[in-house]
């Protein structure tokens, strides 16, 4: 690899796989400049120029002066009144270390090798590593740009396998893809340090304009991916006071470009090659017409409800005060397209227009103020296309002999890499989203291979050779797309007129898999649902004997406690009941004795006698059973 490389794609690593902030790892290689070169005194101009010679990349000298700043935090610099003095002892700690990322480059490499040849691809090994470097510098450049798949001609074999493999990467190995997305930030990362300012800078009263793409994306009109992505990215504008908000013809445009896909979504002319996001949004959602037209209606409270506002603007490109030049940039664009050998069609000619009245707008709400720190800039526009950002880049050049002004429109991601230079957690989080999306937009059939296909789709019905229901699935599901790309790699000349025969074999044969797969896992289910439920029947009949013992066990204990209760009940009823009692028994049959002759008087008393016994009978019996159960209690509580 070469240095400049080099230092792109460590540092990226090692702030997105290590956690560190942009700063600390910059100054790793700082700390290296500095022991190598035995520097005695330090200047931000020396410093910068050491970094260009060493590493061929310009560093902005107030980036540098934030990274020297790093080292007189960790004391590894002393600064004494300007001048910058070395601690030698200190910088050691902090030496820039390459072992780790080397022996994930490797793996890397090893494993994409791997993948090409499980997968059949043939690529050049001799040039995989300067191939991936490419893949990866090219991320930012061309992969963000919504036009490359619709007009490139063909896909570029080693394309096709790395995005392939990045995305299979995404769900099979975890660390390996976080390595992969922070490679990939590199370069966002590296342009983000020409824009920034000091940490933690305040964004309040900052008014972001996001592009109709992003709208889209918001709505849920493009991957999962892409829409996780940029709601992140909104979340965190709201989180620094930022104000989102989208320009009222761009939500024009989205609105009408919505309406009209709603309205032959649902229809048997429905067609894969001439669809757009919303248009296959809402077929492959199975929406009813009533919940299309439902949706259409809610456009704006969606939006509202993610934080992001609609601005009036009164549009009138007569005006003269805070005007730019329109058909300069206009121009600018179309130019830009052309050096990309990108065709322009009616339909992107008139999204180039919204395109620059929204630059022009932001130039309005300026009024002519100009910043070189983002978060100063007042009104800033945000987009998807990277041809529009580079064409605004320059036109803002063009404005001012200064350079490093803030255009009015940059890309999104480097707007968030802006925000998150001193968070790696968020910038990653939010790159993995990102890259993923990407892979699943390259490796999506272009217009021109979709057309090849319909039109052998066409010729086929006309010949007889498949039916209107074949017919009609071939041209609308959403996994033709998928399968097209697999059988042809991007390829056109692994295209022909039967390919569509390959395309729907593939299909039938991968829905018999996958039907196999399920049916095995159902059987596989309802075999273990099986020996659950004999397990669960032999549990419950276990825990039957148990209740059944322990109730006996219950039954026993409490014939025990019950005998030994009233044995004790008996003997102290006697002890302290029995003697009282038998004194009054006695007593009665005494009385009893003196009234042997038979009067009404003897009478009277014999039975008043008889009353009383009975009564005190019963006092005892009802004595003895509450001594009884007494007893009874104490000694539940004492024996288990």
Known sequence: ????????????????????????????????????????????????????????????LG??????GIGISNGAI?????????????????????????????????????????????????????????????????????????????????????????????????KMFNFITALCASNITGQAIFYSGKEGEDYSGLNVYLDSPMIFALLGMDSNERESSYKLLVENMKKLN??????????????????????????????????????????????????????????????????????????????????????????MVKKKYTDQKLAILPEKEESIKVDVRSIVMIYRERQGCVSVRVNEAKHIMLTTNNAIANVCKKYESNKSINSGHIPACISADLFGAI??????????????????????????????????????????????EIDEKKFLFMRTHPVVLDTLMDITRGDYARFND?????????????????????????????????????????????????EKKENIREQRRKEKIDKISKRRGKIVSIALLGIPYIVFIAFCEIEKGYFSSLTMRSIIVVAGIIILSAIAGKIYHKLQSRIIKMIYEHLEKDII
Not at 52 to 60: A, F, G, N
Not at 94 to 118: A, R, T, V
Not at 285 to 291: W, Y
Not at 502 to 528: F, G, R
Request: hydrophobic share 35%; net charge negative.
């Open 78 to 174: 002393i600064d004494e009144r300007g001048a910058y003095l070395p601690k030698r002892d200190v910088l050691l700690k902090h030496k820039f270390e390459k072992s780790d990322f080397e022996k994930l480059w490797k793996e890397l490499i090893n494993e994409f090798k791997e993948f090409c040849n499980k997968k059949e691809i043939e690529v050049n090994e001799q040039h995989i590593e300067e191939n991936i470097i490419s893949a990866i510098d090219n991320t930012d450049e061309i992969i963000l740009s919504n036009d490359k798949l619709d007009e490139k001609e063909s896909v570029d074999g080693f394309e096709y396998a790395w995005y392939s493999f990045v995305r299979e990467e995404a769900n099979a190995n975890e």
């Open 1 to 60: 690899m070469k240095k400049d490389e080099l230092v792109k794609l460590y540092a990226a690593y090692k702030s997105g796989c290590l956690g560190n902030n942009i700063l600390d790892t910059y100054f790793t290689f700082f700390a290296n400049i500095i022991l190598e070169e035995n520097l005695e005194t330090i200047s931000e101009e020396e410093m910068q120029k050491c970094f260009e010679k060493k590493y061929q990349v310009e560093l902005p």
């Open 419 to 464: 925000l998150w230079l001193s968070s790696p957690n968020e910038m990653m989080n939010y790159q993995r989203k990102k890259v993923l999306a990407d892979c699943y937009d390259f490796l999506r059939p272009n217009k021109v291979m979709i057309d090849k296909y319909v039109e052998s789709l066409e010729n086929a019905r006309k010949l007889g």
């Open 242 to 331: 930022c104000n989102v908000m989208v320009l009222d013809h761009n939500y024009r445009e989205v609105e009408g470009i919505i309406t009209r896909a709603a309205g032959w979504a649902l229809s048997t002319g429905y067609d894969i090659r001439k669809a757009n996001n919303a248009a296959r949004f809402f077929h492959d959602s199975e929406m009813t017409q009533e919940e299309i037209t439902e949706f259409c209606g809610q456009i704006e409270t969606k939006l509202n409800l993610l934080g992001i506002v609609k601005k009036d603007t009164d549009y009138d490109m007569l005006l003269d005060k805070f005007q730019e030049d329109e058909t300069a940039l206009y121009e």
């Open 63 to 68: 980036f540098v002066r934030q990274v020297l």
């Open 498 to 546: 039967r390919t569509y025969l390959e395309v729907y074999d593939t299909i039938v044969a991968q829905s018999e898999k996958k039907y196999e797969v399920e049916a095995e896992a159902h059987l596989s289910t309802k075999e273990e649902l099986e020996t659950e439920r004999s397990k669960s029947k032999k549990l419950e009949n276990k825990v039957e004997e148990l």
